[in-house]
């Protein structure tokens, strides 16, 4: 059996470093590696609409962002078919079918769909402009068959979405259980360190999100992510620069976390040069043990933080401005990418409805068909 990786992301605004950190920059990685047999990323534009069926325009507005930023983030259209959920209707199928196979009180214990509910303010009410709309109650079943019908074996995601694998495989089990073997059960695969497992935003909160105006953007300029290192929230205990500082739960460190390499130290070592105090570092390690003992200012550490970003972003940035003087281009990529994902939807679909045995009018199990409830009949009648 070849190894398939299926992951994807909603189109509801441009992708930021969280998504870089937490699944972006390893999906590249995987691509590259040589070690997959097919990988499908896809555009989960359907699931968007389950929170935003009023608000369409922006759905498909950010399928283009979302595409520039993938393109330019290494995705190779030679190696990786980009696709949109939407447009294989197979996944709505196959969506129909798991739904019987899962109950509503699984549903309401699934952490993150509990979580979302939240974020988002949905009330009890069954009022349609507040309450929680059945097909966002619905989206983990949505998912399992986004990642089953390309019998993915791989998922690489963030850990928000542990538990949408975890029901994928639940489904999964209980669907060859029940009809036969024709389903892949996927693993997840997390990041690999733990800063990247949940990039805080730069004001510090769990999570970087649109909505609270605390995200740096794949797409931000040079100019745009130095503004925003500037104001991020560190130690608030660090007023003096001789202060002691805390490294733990300081946001500026959990981005060196995810981002800094052992080069940057030669490259940007200028940043912690300065009037007062000059540093030498060689190592992360030694930056924040100078932290932690005093004398190391937040403002060399987000100079440097800020030449750490934009050495990773730069080179995403300059893509992106080529490919967006390509627009056709783009979406022909996304076109081509959809045709190869139907395809392979359409043979898992057929294989569940075989399974399932409400594939009447395929070849040869028609006649079957005839044949024996045509006996029974004669059979009555005599
Ligand atoms: N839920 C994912 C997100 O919020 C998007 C998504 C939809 C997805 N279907 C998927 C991810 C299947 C992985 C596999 O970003």
């Known amino acids: 059996m070849g190894k398939i990786i299926l992951t994807g992301d909603r189109p509801t605004g441009r992708l930021h470093i969280g998504h870089y950190v937490g699944s972006l920059r390893r999906r590249v990685e995987l691509q590259n590696s040589g070690k ?18 009023d608000n369409p325009e922006k759905v498909r507005e950010n399928i283009i962002e979302v595409a520039l930023d993938y393109l330019s983030a290494g995705l190779d259209p030679g190696k990786s078919h980009l696709f949109i959920q939407s447009q294989i209707s197979e996944l709505t199928e196959l969506d129909f079918f798991y739904q019987n196979l899962v109950t509503v009180q699984r549903l309401q214990r699934n952490p993150t769909v509990k979580a979302e509910i939240q974020m988002r303010g949905f009330s009890d009410s069954d009022d349609n402009r507040t309450g929680t709309p059945v097909g966002f109650f619905c ?12 019998k993915a074996t791989t998922v690489p995601v963030g850990e928000d979405q542990e538990p949408m694998i975890e029901q994928t495989r639940e489904i999964v089990r209980k669907f060859n259980s029940t009809y036969g073997p024709v389903l892949v059960e996927p693993e997840i695969m997390l990041p690999d360190n733990s800063a990247c497992m949940r990039l805080p935003g730069t004001d510090g909160k769990a999570k970087m999100s649109k909505s609270l105006g605390n995200c740096i953007y794949l797409s931000d300029s040079a100019e745009e992510v130095a503004r925003k290192v500037k104001g991020m929230f560190t130690d608030p205990g660090h007023l003096q620069v001789s202060d002691p500082g805390k490294v733990e739960g300081n946001t500026v460190f959990t ?3 995810a981002f800094c390499r052992p080069e940057h130290f030669d490259k940007f070592g ?10 030498e570092f060689h190592s992360l390690d ?8 005093g004398g190391l200012g937040d403002v060399m550490i987000k100079n440097f933080l800020t030449a750490v970003l934009n050495d ?5 940035r300059a893509r992106r401005h080529e490919l967006e003087k390509d627009i056709p281009y783009v979406y022909a990529v996304l076109k081509e990418g959809t045709e190869a994902a139907r395809k392979a939807a359409s043979q898992t679909l057929a294989e569940v409805k075989a399974a399932m045995k409400i594939n009447y009018f395929d ?7 005839i044949r024996k409830q045509s ?6 009648g005599q």
């Open 363 to 369: 070849k040869g199990v028609l006649d079957e068909l």
């Open 255 to 257: 981005y060196l976390d």
């Open 270 to 279: 200028d940043c912690f040069v300065g009037r007062k105090a000059s540093f």
């Open 286 to 293: 030694e930056v924040k043990e100078q932290y932690r003992k």
């Open 375 to 380: 006996e029974k009949f004669s059979q009555a």
């Open 139 to 150: 989206y983990p079943i949505s998912q399992a068959a986004d990642i089953t019908a390309f």
């Open 312 to 316: 990773t972003l730069e080179p995403i």
């Open 36 to 53: 997959f047999d097919e990988i499908y990323i896809m555009i989960a534009d359907a699931q968007a609409l389950t929170d935003n069926a």
